[in-house]
């Protein structure tokens, strides 16, 4: 086996990448990496200089990891700012540094995709030597999944939790189903919700596959502007972003859409895999009360439940998600620190870290707002 580092994903050949990591998840695809690549979203320029560590042997692709080379902690959503400033104010320098990620993508699933859990450890070794070798700080594997967890964290790295929404779909027959499953009072808050934005005369459509096209998403554009400047954030991803992603993965693309009287005043943009929608951006050129729950949360249940999805993904942060059926669960990222002690110091917060997500989780879960709780995930150890 031989590992190398590539220039980014798109440099990759497309048959052996998707082959490798199979088509359950839009977000380690090929094209998705190459629109993030290729439209300069993910670039030198922004901060994230694409490369990828790929194992190989005869010519096969292995195992294989998206890695970048980043000067800042920006559109990562598990933050080590701390981190960086500890280190900086004692003298030290955090940046750049090695990042395993999908960028400005917290979903969580495979960062370290391989054939055989030799090929992995070969990578994990592999990627341990490009850091040492670079003498950059630190090597970060954001929303990984538990496998790869373990598996870095027997290699040395630090293990961190965090927590997302993810809503459970055991079969339901229809958003009926799903709200008879609620408790009463949660049933008539979902209820009143719709029917206020049922009355501002709205017209809400979903489309998919070839209703989409290139021009509907470079015209979604405006919509994330808005997003970000409500929340005083950075675009960070660029209309050729979206325009690629029409061409590349638009059949991958749930676009639920508002109109009044013709014209579009709020999108919600969703990616399906084979066993889940996720949420990803919104946006709203104007203010219409519950217009946000309807489109991300309620017709993302609704086109699950027709489609017979087992999950609904709903993004990154969002406690109110919790009175919507949507349950807590772990994420998961490793963390390879190369100086002693912003190591060990960074290793004793995560073990209190853990343990408050954990219990935190727990106190979640006791909020959920079904009659009958489905079961909660196992526990990690803390």
């Given at each position: 086996?031989?590992?190398?580092?590539?220039?980014?994903?798109?440099?990759?050949?497309?048959?052996?990448?998707?082959?490798?990591?199979?088509?359950?998840?839009?977000?380690?695809?090929?094209?998705?990496?190459?629109?993030?690549?290729?439209?300069?979203?993910?670039?030198?320029?922004?901060?994230?200089?694409?490369?990828?560590?790929?194992?190989?042997?005869?010519?096969?692709?292995?195992?294989?990891?998206?890695?970048?080379?980043?000067?800042?902690?920006?559109?990562?959503?598990?933050?080590?700012?701390?981190?960086?400033?500890?280190?900086?104010?004692?003298?030290?320098?955090?940046?750049?540094?090695?990042?395993?990620?999908?960028?400005?993508?917290?979903?969580?699933?495979?960062?370290?995709?391989?054939?055989?859990?030799?090929?992995?450890?070969?990578?994990?070794?592999?990627?341990?030597?490009?850091?040492?070798?670079?003498?950059?700080?630190?090597?970060?594997?954001?929303?990984?999944?538990?496998?790869?967890?373990?598996?870095?964290?027997?290699?040395?790295?630090?293990?961190?939790?965090?927590?997302?929404?993810?809503?459970?779909?055991?079969?339901?027959?229809?958003?009926?189903?799903?709200?008879?499953?609620?408790?009463?009072?949660?049933?008539?808050?979902?209820?009143?919700?719709?029917?206020?934005?049922?009355?501002?005369?709205?017209?809400?459509?979903?489309?998919?596959?070839?209703?989409?096209?290139?021009?509907?998403?470079?015209?979604?554009?405006?919509?994330?502007?808005?997003?970000?400047?409500?929340?005083?954030?950075?675009?960070?991803?660029?209309?050729?972003?979206?325009?690629?992603?029409?061409?590349?993965?638009?059949?991958?693309?749930?676009?639920?859409?508002?109109?009044?009287?013709?014209?579009?005043?709020?999108?919600?943009?969703?990616?399906?895999?084979?066993?889940?929608?996720?949420?990803?951006?919104?946006?709203?050129?104007?203010?219409?009360?519950?217009?946000?729950?309807?489109?991300?949360?309620?017709?993302?249940?609704?086109?699950?439940?027709?489609?017979?999805?087992?999950?609904?993904?709903?993004?990154?942060?969002?406690?109110?998600?919790?009175?919507?059926?949507?349950?807590?669960?772990?994420?998961?990222?490793?963390?390879?620190?190369?100086?002693?002690?912003?190591?060990?110091?960074?290793?004793?917060?995560?073990?209190?870290?853990?343990?408050?997500?954990?219990?935190?989780?727990?106190?979640?879960?006791?909020?959920?707002?079904?009659?009958?709780?489905?079961?909660?995930?196992n526990p990690d150890p803390a």
């Amino acid at each position: 086996m031989r590992f190398r580092v590539s220039d980014g994903v798109h440099t990759l050949d497309q048959a052996a990448w998707d082959g490798l990591v199979g088509p359950a998840d839009p977000f380690m695809s090929h094209a998705f990496f190459q629109a993030m690549e290729l439209s300069e979203t993910a670039s030198a320029e922004s901060g994230w200089q694409p490369l990828a560590a790929v194992v190989e042997e005869d010519g096969a692709l292995l195992a294989a990891a998206p890695l970048y080379a980043k000067g800042h902690s920006w559109g990562e959503y598990v933050f080590d700012h701390g981190w960086a400033d500890a280190f900086h104010r004692a003298g030290g320098s955090y940046y750049p540094k090695l990042q395993v990620a999908v960028p400005f993508t917290p979903v969580p699933g495979s960062r370290l995709p391989a054939r055989s859990a030799a090929a992995r450890d070969w990578l994990i070794q592999g990627l341990k030597d490009t850091l040492a070798a670079t003498r950059l700080s630190s090597l970060h594997v954001t929303f990984c999944n538990e496998t790869e967890w373990a598996d870095l964290g027997r290699a040395g790295f630090l293990q961190r939790l965090g927590l997302q929404y993810h809503l459970s779909n055991p079969g339901y027959r229809d958003f009926q189903d799903f709200l008879d499953n609620l408790r009463s009072s949660k049933r008539k808050m979902i209820r009143k919700e719709r029917a206020s934005v049922e009355r501002s005369g709205l017209t809400i459509e979903t489309l998919t596959g070839a209703e989409i096209g290139e021009t509907v998403l470079d015209d979604f554009w405006p919509f994330y502007l808005a997003t970000v400047e409500k929340r005083w954030g950075n675009a960070y991803l660029s209309r050729d972003f979206f325009r690629m992603l029409g061409r590349t993965l638009g059949d991958r693309v749930v676009l639920v859409r508002a109109r009044e009287a013709g014209r579009t005043v709020a999108v919600a943009l969703n990616l399906v895999g084979e066993d889940a929608l996720y949420g990803r951006i919104w946006g709203s050129l104007e203010d219409y009360r519950f217009l946000h729950f309807e489109l991300c949360y309620y017709r993302a249940i609704e086109w699950a439940i027709a489609h017979r999805l087992p999950r609904v993904e709903a993004g990154a942060q969002g406690v109110h998600k919790v009175q919507r059926g949507y349950a807590p669960v772990f994420t998961r990222s490793a963390h390879l620190i190369q100086h002693t002690g912003l190591r060990e110091a960074i290793a004793r917060s995560l073990t209190q870290e853990r343990r408050a997500v954990t219990v935190e989780k727990a106190e979640l879960e006791a909020a959920l707002p079904y009659a009958n709780r489905p079961s909660p995930e196992n526990p990690d150890p803390a």
